[in-house]
């Protein structure tokens, strides 16, 4: 496969994303029944729960990642570390902004300092702060190294998050019980086809991202070896 | 509804931003190589 540029498998993939994106768009606004209390608002949920966990395993990608790059030392891992925070940043900002559109009809607020609300708001801060921070340390080796570190230890933040609403008292719902889902099953397959559309869509964003940093890579090597 | 349609709005604008980010840095990045590279050529025409 080619390092950067427009391959096959990237194509077929990108085919894939989208066309899931359709289908699943068309199971979450005319497939799934409309919720008797909140009415067509509710539609919210199934692109909200499918970026929230696109989000969370994002996250989870970049500890693998990181945990790589320490044991090895690849750049490839370092690469796929930052790329997938990236892309879990965007995910985690439309999980936010979407909530916030689905609480102001349902809570009447636009954002409430309860448990989950505030564990998202930190686990933001966290990766925004990740991809700051790699911006100041100048040395590529040291900044892989404590990307990696911080990679690791900013993931604590996730299991929080996604507990936080079965932990402590809070007005978040709960979808997802150990006896089941509170969900009918038009409701269930609608959201079922929108987590995997959107995690076709974050493999395919994953793709292209890490395209880009080894071209990225490429033009650095050139530069430095065209001033020596 | 309206909230239905900002939230859609919002989710697709994000995601719009986020792959046109990729696409502006992508295209910097292959002019800048393309620069890189003939510029190599012309060294490496000069040193001979």
Known sequence: MERWGVSKLAIVLHGLAGAAILVALYMALVFAPTEATMGHVQRIFYWHVATAWVGFFAFFITLVASIAYLRTGRRRWDIVALSSVEIGLAFAVIMTVTGSLWAKPVWNTWWTWEPRLTTVAIMLLIYATYLLLRRVIEDPGRRARFAAVYGIAGFVSVPITFMAIRWWRTIHPVIFKSEGFDLTPAMLAALIVSVLAYSLLYISLLLLRTQLEFLSDEVAELRESLDE | ?48
Do not use: P
């Open chain 2, 1 to 48: 509804m309206t909230y239905l349609v900002a939230a859609y709005a919002v989710m697709w604008l994000i995601t719009f931003i986020f792959v046109l980010s990729m696409a502006i840095r992508q295209r910097h990045l292959a002019a800048e190589l393309e620069a890189l590279k003939e510029r190599l050529q012309e060294t490496k025409r000069y040193g001979e």
